[in-house]
């Protein structure tokens, strides 16, 4: 196994994680097979409690995982499927290494950072390392590996010793240390950022090879990075460090990749999405959304613009205490070709939303509710159809006389942390001429991530059905509702699950796809084709945060142990 390890310096938010994305796509598409791990040094044992405000989305795997939005990335850019396990964190570290004390395991000794903490942290990676997360039995050539934070932070010590460590335990020729960090472009001043002088200088302090410090511009599209790395020979240099130019024959192919990223900066004619949520302040909240209807516009050959809707302004309240607000968040949602009201947790906000779906069916503007906003149409459909004024989710309202959205009979209302419906579940479709199971490829079923506490209610079920409501997708139980749509309404689907999580540039989510293609006037055509397409280009990407605090990024290879970067200058602060 070689490894790839790759960390931020002086901000963060530079882009590390595209970085490593990019750079396990570059190896990828020289024949090996790469695996991700993120490390995450905060003491949460995962990112399932921490609000979008703190850290972004949170992005849920097929094992039920709740991790950082950055495994997201090495999902979509790598096509694989990682594990709960990929995402280290200092709370899974230091939870391992307590059981194991309670347990006796240290045999009586006095446990300590250093060697235990540091022990279990190398441990955890060499074991993560060899699961395949590719669909093939046996483990991958590469694990790259992702620091998260910055260098100098308290909190990263004890992974920068142990990786420090395992670097010298597996070999310099098994061990590549790529650092991120930032070059500021002083336009006020004149000053340049990489040029051939600064390069020389970084070189001769950090004692790196000229070569291996790599300029990574500002970009249009962020698609465009791992191009900006391979035209810097990126790939070629850490192959050389890994020694494994023997196993390697071509060189890095990106033939569909690059025609798709230049047919994102080619397009023109737009489609305007209205996104209307809770946490819009902070669009990484709702990231894999994003890239879903990223895919899904540009396979409708459609140049996307989201419009921030926050919920709460759409609202009768807001109307009264701030008029330009509620005026302009209406202007925005009347101006949208499709609407999407997209998960989340809390009340503030839901009767915005809810006048969103209304305003969606009443007005016959495509609409795409996930999870909470699958419950939004149904307890605006239970108002507005059925006549049920007060019907509301027992999650806002406990003592509804109508609960047409109930707490799940297994879910915990006292601990909150992995406690939810989590990760892949089976959607069986029940209507076979539905716009739901033609977009799907008129499959029987659909296996498609989750995170919820709350359901439709079962018992409702048939009242909302008489009343036109269709449930197309129902869990094996056939009493938990998945899918649910409106068979007269141009595009008004709501979904449990979350499908933005399994969306891939070369193939979109099927939902979302059919959103954009019903904004666009695409939706029967698509229909007729089959659905969404199964194709999956072998080099798929998508985006992630990049260059937010600066008008510049470095990227330094070097080759080696951390205790020469980082304690004896041996290294590069780009």
């Known amino acids: 196994m070689k490894y790839v390890l790759v960390t931020g310096g002086v901000v963060s938010g530079l882009g590390k994680g595209v970085t490593a994305s990019s750079i396990g796509l570059i190896l990828k598409s ?143 020729g098994n061990f590549c240390l790529i650092h991120v960090s930032l070059v500021p472009v002083l336009n006020v001043v004149g000053e340049q950022g990489l040029d051939d002088n600064v390069k020389e200088k970084l070189s001769r302090f950090c004692h790196v090879p000229v070569d291996s410090i790599i300029s990574l511009y500002d970009t249009s599209n962020i698609w465009r990075v791992p191009l900006i790395l391979r035209v810097s020979s990126v790939g070629a240099l850490i192959l050389m460090f890994l020694h494994k130019f023997s196993r390697v024959s071509r060189e890095p192919v990106f033939g569909e990749w690059t025609s798709r990223t230049e047919l994102c900066d080619r397009l023109h004619e737009p489609v305007r999405v209205a996104m209307v949520g809770k946490y819009t302040g902070l669009s990484d909240s709702y990231l894999s959304v994003l890239k879903a209807l990223l895919h899904s516009s540009v396979a409708c050959r459609r140049k996307l613009f989201v419009d921030w809707v926050p919920a709460s302004d759409l609202e009768n309240e807001t109307a009264k205490e701030n008029p330009e607000n509620y005026r302009n968040s209406w202007n925005l949602l009347k101006g949208a070709d499709a609407i999407v009201v997209p998960g989340g947790f809390g009340d503030r906000g839901v009767e915005g939303k809810i006048l969103a779906a209304k305003y969606a069916r009443e007005n016959r503007i495509p609409y795409l509710g996930i999870c909470l906003g699958m419950q939004i149409a149904v307890i605006e459909y239970a108002r507005s159809i059925l006549g049920l004024q007060d019907a509301n989710s027992t999650e806002f309202d406990p003592n509804t006389p109508n609960p047409c959205v109930i707490f799940m009979p297994e879910g915990s209302k006292t601990h909150m942390g992995g406690t939810m ?63 649910v749509e409106l068979p007269n309404h141009p595009y008004f ?54 260059h937010r605090n600066g008008n510049g990024n470095g990227t330094t290879l070097a080759n080696g142990s951390l205790d020469g970067i980082y304690r004896n200058g041996n290294g590069v602060h780009v």
């Not at 891939?504 to 659905?531: E, M, T, Y």
Request: glycine content about 10%; some cysteine; aromatic content about 8%.
């Open 30 to 172: 020289c024949g090996l097979r790469v695996t991700s791990i993120k490390i995450d040094p905060y003491l949460n044992t995962d990112a399932g409690t921490m609000s979008p405000f703190e850290h972004g989305e949170v992005f849920v795997l097929d094992d039920g995982g709740e991790v950082d939005l950055d495994l997201g990335n090495y999902e979509r850019f790598l096509d694989i499927k990682l594990t709960r396990d990929n995402n280290i964190t200092t709370g899974k570290i230091y939870q391992s290494v307590l059981d194991k004390e309670r347990r006796g395991d240290y045999l009586g000794k006095t446990v300590q950072v250093v060697p235990h903490i540091t022990d279990a942290i190398q441990e955890w990676i060499e074991r993560v390392a060899v699961i395949p997360v590719d669909g093939e039995d046996s483990p991958a050539d590469v694990c790259v590996i992702e620091l998260g934070g910055t260098i100098g932070d308290i909190e990263s010590m004890p992974f920068i010793e142990a990786l420090g460590q395992f670097s010298y335990r597996v070999g310099a």
């Open 421 to 483: 419906r989590l990760g892949s579940r089976r959607t069986y479709f029940q209507v076979k001429d539905s716009k739901s199971t033609k977009l799907f490829g008129n499959r029987s079923f659909v296996d498609e991530r989750h995170r919820h506490r709350y359901e439709v209610n079962p018992d409702m079920v048939q009242q909302f059905e008489d009343a036109g409501l269709s449930f197309t997708g129902k869990d094996e139980t056939g009493r938990r509702m998945e899918i």
């Open 493 to 546: 689907i709501g979904v449990q699950f979350h499908p933005e999580f399994k969306s891939r540039p070369g193939k979109p989510s099927a939902v979302f796809l059919g959103l954009i293609a019903a904004a666009c006037g695409q939706l029967d055509s698509l229909l007729k084709k089959g659905g969404a397409p199964t194709h999956v280009l072998s080099n798929g990407t998508s985006g992630e945060k990049l």
